[in-house]
Protein backbone atom coordinates (compact mmCIF):
# COMPACT_ATOMS: atom_id res chain seq x y z
CA UNK A 1 0.00 0.00 0.00
CA UNK A 2 1.91 2.90 -1.25
CA UNK A 3 1.46 6.08 1.43
CA UNK A 4 3.20 9.76 1.22
CA UNK A 5 5.21 8.67 4.50
CA UNK A 6 6.77 6.10 6.46
CA UNK A 7 6.91 6.39 10.71
CA UNK A 8 9.67 4.31 12.53
CA UNK A 9 9.58 4.80 16.08
CA UNK A 10 5.86 5.29 17.60
CA UNK A 11 6.94 6.30 21.20
CA UNK A 12 5.65 9.76 22.32
CA UNK A 13 7.41 12.06 19.59
CA UNK A 14 6.91 9.82 16.97
CA UNK A 15 3.05 9.65 17.53
CA UNK A 16 2.57 13.08 17.65
CA UNK A 17 4.63 13.28 14.39
CA UNK A 18 2.38 10.70 12.56
CA UNK A 19 -0.89 12.50 14.27
CA UNK A 20 0.11 15.82 12.97
CA UNK A 21 0.42 13.89 9.62
CA UNK A 22 -2.86 12.32 9.62
CA UNK A 23 -4.35 15.70 10.72
CA UNK A 24 -3.05 16.96 7.34
CA UNK A 25 -4.62 14.42 5.19
CA UNK A 26 -1.10 12.25 4.61
CA UNK A 27 -1.12 9.29 4.10
CA UNK A 28 1.08 7.65 6.76
CA UNK A 29 2.48 3.89 7.35
CA UNK A 30 3.57 3.36 10.67
CA UNK A 31 5.96 0.24 12.36
CA UNK A 32 6.86 0.28 15.97
CA UNK A 33 9.13 -2.43 17.19
CA UNK A 34 7.15 -3.07 19.87
CA UNK A 35 3.93 -4.38 18.70
CA UNK A 36 0.53 -2.69 19.92
CA UNK A 37 1.96 1.06 19.74
CA UNK A 38 0.16 1.73 16.86
CA UNK A 39 -3.73 0.57 17.48
CA UNK A 40 -5.02 4.69 18.12
CA UNK A 41 -3.09 5.52 14.80
CA UNK A 42 -4.31 3.26 12.93
CA UNK A 43 -7.73 4.17 14.08
CA UNK A 44 -6.78 7.40 12.89
CA UNK A 45 -6.64 6.25 8.98
CA UNK A 46 -2.80 5.41 9.39
CA UNK A 47 -1.06 2.16 7.77
CA UNK A 48 0.07 -0.82 10.25
CA UNK A 49 3.19 -2.17 8.40
CA UNK A 50 4.29 -6.00 9.33
CA UNK A 51 7.81 -5.25 9.48
CA UNK A 52 10.45 -2.71 8.94
CA UNK A 53 11.16 -4.00 5.42
CA UNK A 54 7.65 -3.76 4.59
CA UNK A 55 7.70 0.17 6.24
CA UNK A 56 10.46 1.04 4.13
CA UNK A 57 9.22 -0.01 0.71
CA UNK A 58 5.22 1.68 1.83
CA UNK A 59 7.06 5.37 1.02
CA UNK A 60 9.18 7.23 -0.52
CA UNK A 61 10.34 9.05 2.47
CA UNK A 62 10.92 7.14 5.82
CA UNK A 63 10.91 9.28 9.02
CA UNK A 64 13.37 7.68 11.75
CA UNK A 65 12.01 8.57 15.55
CA UNK A 66 13.69 6.15 17.26
CA UNK A 67 15.93 6.67 20.65
CA UNK A 68 19.22 7.04 20.15
CA UNK A 69 21.99 6.62 17.13
CA UNK A 70 22.16 3.01 17.63
CA UNK A 71 18.40 2.15 17.36
CA UNK A 72 18.64 3.68 13.97
CA UNK A 73 21.12 1.38 12.74
CA UNK A 74 19.97 -1.72 14.49
CA UNK A 75 16.56 -0.92 13.04
CA UNK A 76 17.63 -0.20 9.34
CA UNK A 77 20.81 -1.63 8.96
CA UNK A 78 19.22 -4.97 7.99
CA UNK A 79 16.74 -3.31 4.94
CA UNK A 80 19.51 -0.55 4.17
CA UNK A 81 19.28 -2.35 0.25
CA UNK A 82 15.39 -1.34 0.42
CA UNK A 83 16.42 2.47 1.28
CA UNK A 84 17.44 3.31 -2.06
CA UNK A 85 16.68 6.22 -3.69
CA UNK A 86 14.69 7.58 -1.01
CA UNK A 87 14.96 9.99 1.50
CA UNK A 88 15.84 9.29 4.89
CA UNK A 89 14.73 12.43 8.10
CA UNK A 90 16.19 11.06 10.88
CA UNK A 91 14.91 13.26 14.07
CA UNK A 92 16.09 10.72 16.57
CA UNK A 93 18.32 12.91 18.53
CA UNK A 94 22.25 12.19 18.07
CA UNK A 95 25.34 13.81 18.38
CA UNK A 96 26.52 15.79 15.64
CA UNK A 97 28.80 13.01 15.15
CA UNK A 98 26.88 10.50 14.94
CA UNK A 99 24.02 12.29 12.79
CA UNK A 100 27.76 12.86 10.50
CA UNK A 101 27.92 9.30 10.68
CA UNK A 102 24.27 8.60 9.67
CA UNK A 103 24.92 10.94 6.65
CA UNK A 104 28.10 8.73 5.85
CA UNK A 105 26.06 5.45 5.65
CA UNK A 106 23.34 7.09 4.24
CA UNK A 107 25.13 8.38 0.88
CA UNK A 108 27.30 5.22 0.55
CA UNK A 109 23.64 3.11 0.49
CA UNK A 110 22.11 5.94 -2.26
CA UNK A 111 19.82 7.46 0.54
CA UNK A 112 18.75 11.23 0.85
CA UNK A 113 19.70 12.29 4.04
CA UNK A 114 18.25 14.95 6.43
CA UNK A 115 18.89 15.17 9.80
CA UNK A 116 16.27 16.73 12.40
CA UNK A 117 16.91 18.40 15.78
CA UNK A 118 13.54 18.59 17.35
CA UNK A 119 13.30 21.71 20.11
CA UNK A 120 9.71 20.57 21.15
CA UNK A 121 7.84 17.92 23.54
CA UNK A 122 5.21 16.11 21.92
CA UNK A 123 2.35 18.43 22.91
CA UNK A 124 4.16 21.29 21.31
CA UNK A 125 3.97 19.47 18.03
CA UNK A 126 1.57 21.31 15.30
CA UNK A 127 0.66 23.90 17.70
CA UNK A 128 3.63 26.29 16.09
CA UNK A 129 5.23 27.43 19.30
CA UNK A 130 8.02 24.17 18.11
CA UNK A 131 10.70 24.37 16.45
CA UNK A 132 12.47 21.84 14.46
CA UNK A 133 16.23 22.67 13.02
CA UNK A 134 17.41 20.56 10.16
CA UNK A 135 21.06 19.95 8.27
CA UNK A 136 22.16 17.69 5.77
CA UNK A 137 20.25 17.26 1.63
CA UNK A 138 18.92 20.80 0.61
CA UNK A 139 17.26 18.83 -1.86
CA UNK A 140 15.57 16.97 0.62
CA UNK A 141 14.94 19.44 3.13
CA UNK A 142 13.50 21.65 -0.05
CA UNK A 143 10.90 19.10 -1.19
CA UNK A 144 10.05 18.31 2.22
CA UNK A 145 9.23 21.34 3.41
CA UNK A 146 5.47 21.79 3.24
CA UNK A 147 4.90 18.45 5.05
CA UNK A 148 7.57 18.92 7.79
CA UNK A 149 6.58 22.48 8.43
CA UNK A 150 3.22 21.01 9.41
CA UNK A 151 5.18 19.38 13.04
CA UNK A 152 6.86 22.85 13.99
CA UNK A 153 8.56 25.74 12.57
CA UNK A 154 11.67 24.53 10.33
CA UNK A 155 14.91 26.10 9.95
CA UNK A 156 18.04 24.76 7.75
CA UNK A 157 20.75 24.72 8.83
CA UNK A 158 22.83 23.62 6.39
CA UNK A 159 24.70 20.65 4.21
CA UNK A 160 26.68 19.16 7.06
CA UNK A 161 24.37 17.18 8.82
CA UNK A 162 25.88 17.16 12.11
CA UNK A 163 24.82 21.09 12.46
CA UNK A 164 21.10 20.80 13.42
CA UNK A 165 22.05 18.45 16.00
CA UNK A 166 25.04 21.10 16.99
CA UNK A 167 22.52 23.71 17.31
CA UNK A 168 20.08 21.79 18.98
CA UNK A 169 22.52 20.49 21.89
CA UNK A 170 24.18 23.78 22.31
CA UNK A 171 20.26 25.08 23.41
CA UNK A 172 19.74 22.36 25.66
CA UNK A 173 23.50 23.27 27.04
CA UNK A 174 22.15 26.67 28.18
CA UNK A 175 18.99 25.49 29.27
CA UNK A 176 20.19 23.26 31.84
CA UNK A 177 22.96 25.30 32.91
CA UNK A 178 20.17 27.60 33.74
CA UNK A 179 17.95 25.18 35.52
CA UNK A 180 21.25 24.07 37.72
CA UNK A 181 22.13 27.88 38.44
CA UNK A 182 18.13 27.68 39.88
CA UNK A 183 18.98 24.47 42.14
CA UNK A 184 21.95 25.90 42.94
CA UNK A 185 20.12 29.04 44.23
CA UNK A 186 17.54 26.37 46.06
CA UNK A 187 19.74 24.88 47.85
CA UNK A 188 21.45 28.68 48.88
CA UNK A 189 18.12 29.74 49.96
CA UNK A 190 17.35 26.21 51.65
CA UNK A 191 19.94 26.24 54.10
CA UNK A 192 18.10 28.80 55.99
CA UNK A 193 14.89 27.13 55.36
CA UNK A 194 13.61 28.82 52.40
CA UNK A 195 11.38 26.52 50.19
CA UNK A 196 12.52 26.36 46.33
CA UNK A 197 9.00 27.16 45.67
CA UNK A 198 9.30 30.16 47.27
CA UNK A 199 12.68 31.17 46.05
CA UNK A 200 11.04 29.67 42.25
CA UNK A 201 8.18 32.51 42.71
CA UNK A 202 11.05 35.37 42.75
CA UNK A 203 13.83 33.36 40.53
CA UNK A 204 11.46 32.85 37.42
CA UNK A 205 10.14 36.63 36.56
CA UNK A 206 13.94 37.79 37.28
CA UNK A 207 15.69 35.18 35.13
CA UNK A 208 12.86 35.80 32.14
CA UNK A 209 13.64 39.84 32.74
CA UNK A 210 17.50 38.91 32.14
CA UNK A 211 17.09 37.07 29.22
CA UNK A 212 16.86 40.72 27.61
CA UNK A 213 21.05 40.91 28.45
CA UNK A 214 21.75 37.77 25.79
CA UNK A 215 21.36 39.92 22.64
CA UNK A 216 23.79 42.22 24.25
CA UNK A 217 26.29 39.95 25.50
CA UNK A 218 26.48 38.41 21.84
CA UNK A 219 26.72 41.51 19.79
CA UNK A 220 30.08 41.66 21.75
CA UNK A 221 30.95 38.56 21.23
CA UNK A 222 30.36 38.48 17.54
CA UNK A 223 32.21 42.41 17.37
CA UNK A 224 35.13 40.20 18.90
CA UNK A 225 35.87 43.51 21.19
CA UNK A 226 35.20 42.98 24.71
CA UNK A 227 36.34 46.50 25.86
CA UNK A 228 32.71 47.98 25.26
CA UNK A 229 32.07 50.98 27.10
CA UNK A 230 29.25 51.44 29.56
CA UNK A 231 29.82 47.27 30.06
CA UNK A 232 30.51 45.62 33.57
CA UNK A 233 34.38 45.21 34.00
CA UNK A 234 35.30 41.38 34.92
CA UNK A 235 36.41 43.04 37.72
CA UNK A 236 32.81 44.56 38.60
CA UNK A 237 31.74 40.97 37.69
CA UNK A 238 33.98 38.71 39.83
CA UNK A 239 31.91 36.41 41.46
CA UNK A 240 33.71 35.17 44.41
CA UNK A 241 31.47 36.15 46.94
CA UNK A 242 28.55 34.48 45.33
CA UNK A 243 31.16 31.22 45.64
CA UNK A 244 32.03 32.14 49.46
CA UNK A 245 28.24 32.60 50.56
CA UNK A 246 27.80 29.48 48.80
CA UNK A 247 30.47 27.68 50.79
CA UNK A 248 29.82 29.26 53.83
CA UNK A 249 25.87 27.97 54.38
CA UNK A 250 27.89 24.24 53.65
CA UNK A 251 26.36 24.48 49.51
CA UNK A 252 28.51 23.12 47.02
CA UNK A 253 29.34 25.71 44.88
CA UNK A 254 30.45 23.97 42.23
CA UNK A 255 27.71 25.55 39.23
CA UNK A 256 28.77 28.94 40.05
CA UNK A 257 32.34 28.02 40.87
CA UNK A 258 32.31 27.34 37.06
CA UNK A 259 31.69 30.46 36.11
CA UNK A 260 33.95 31.95 38.08
CA UNK A 261 36.97 30.10 37.08
CA UNK A 262 36.35 31.22 33.35
CA UNK A 263 36.58 34.61 34.41
CA UNK A 264 39.61 34.12 36.99
CA UNK A 265 41.60 32.76 33.47
CA UNK A 266 40.66 36.28 31.88
CA UNK A 267 41.38 38.29 34.81
CA UNK A 268 44.57 36.26 35.14
CA UNK A 269 45.17 36.66 31.50
CA UNK A 270 44.78 40.35 31.80
CA UNK A 271 41.57 41.60 30.74
CA UNK A 272 39.73 41.92 34.29
CA UNK A 273 38.85 45.24 33.15
CA UNK A 274 36.52 44.09 30.08
CA UNK A 275 33.30 43.40 29.80
CA UNK A 276 31.32 39.47 31.12
CA UNK A 277 31.13 38.34 27.45
CA UNK A 278 34.71 37.65 27.55
CA UNK A 279 34.48 34.49 29.24
CA UNK A 280 33.31 33.11 25.49
CA UNK A 281 37.58 33.66 25.12
CA UNK A 282 38.29 31.27 28.39
CA UNK A 283 35.58 28.67 26.44
CA UNK A 284 36.98 29.28 22.85
CA UNK A 285 40.46 28.36 24.19
CA UNK A 286 39.74 25.08 25.09
CA UNK A 287 36.82 23.77 22.72
CA UNK A 288 37.74 22.80 19.71
CA UNK A 289 36.00 24.70 16.79
CA UNK A 290 36.21 21.71 13.93
P1 LIG B 1 10.01 7.14 23.65
O1 LIG B 1 10.83 6.56 24.73
O2 LIG B 1 8.59 7.51 23.93
O3 LIG B 1 10.00 6.13 22.40
C1 LIG B 1 11.19 5.56 21.95
C2 LIG B 1 10.91 4.88 20.64
O4 LIG B 1 12.12 4.34 20.14
C3 LIG B 1 9.92 3.75 20.77
O5 LIG B 1 9.15 3.69 19.61
C4 LIG B 1 10.85 2.54 20.88
O6 LIG B 1 10.26 1.35 20.44
C5 LIG B 1 11.91 2.95 19.90
N1 LIG B 1 13.16 2.23 20.06
C6 LIG B 1 14.02 2.31 21.10
N2 LIG B 1 15.08 1.52 20.88
C7 LIG B 1 14.89 0.93 19.68
C8 LIG B 1 15.64 0.01 18.90
N3 LIG B 1 16.82 -0.44 19.32
N4 LIG B 1 15.14 -0.37 17.71
C9 LIG B 1 13.95 0.09 17.28
N5 LIG B 1 13.18 0.96 17.98
C10 LIG B 1 13.65 1.38 19.15
O7 LIG B 1 10.84 8.39 23.09
P2 LIG B 1 10.29 9.66 22.30
O8 LIG B 1 9.28 9.25 21.29
O9 LIG B 1 9.95 10.71 23.27
O10 LIG B 1 11.63 10.13 21.59
C11 LIG B 1 12.02 9.64 20.31
C12 LIG B 1 13.19 10.51 19.86
O11 LIG B 1 12.74 11.87 19.80
C13 LIG B 1 14.37 10.46 20.82
O12 LIG B 1 15.58 10.46 20.11
C14 LIG B 1 14.19 11.75 21.60
O13 LIG B 1 15.42 12.24 22.10
C15 LIG B 1 13.63 12.67 20.53
N6 LIG B 1 12.97 13.82 21.12
C16 LIG B 1 11.96 13.64 22.04
C17 LIG B 1 11.40 14.74 22.67
C18 LIG B 1 10.31 14.56 23.68
O14 LIG B 1 9.96 15.57 24.33
N7 LIG B 1 9.73 13.39 23.83
C19 LIG B 1 11.87 16.11 22.39
C20 LIG B 1 12.88 16.18 21.37
C21 LIG B 1 13.41 15.08 20.79
P3 LIG B 1 9.60 0.32 21.51
O15 LIG B 1 8.17 0.77 21.67
O16 LIG B 1 9.74 -0.98 20.85
O17 LIG B 1 10.39 0.43 22.78
Redesign the pocket.
Known amino acids: HPTDLTML ?7 ALTAALLDADHSVTVW ?3 PG ?1 DTDLVARGAHAAGSVREAVTASPVVVA ?4 H ?2 VH ?2 LDPVIDALRGRTLVN ?3 TTPEEARELASWAAAHGVDYLDGA ?5 AMISSRAGQIFYSGSRAAYDALLPIIDIWATSEFHGEDAGRASLVDLAMLSGMYQLFAGFVHGAAMVGSVGMSACDFAARQAPFLAAMTAELAGFAKVIDGGDYTVPNQQSLDFSDLSHIVRASEGQGVDPAPIAAVQALIDRQVAAGHGSEGFARIYESLRATVSTG
Open positions: GLGAMGSNRTRCLLKDSETVTTIMAVP
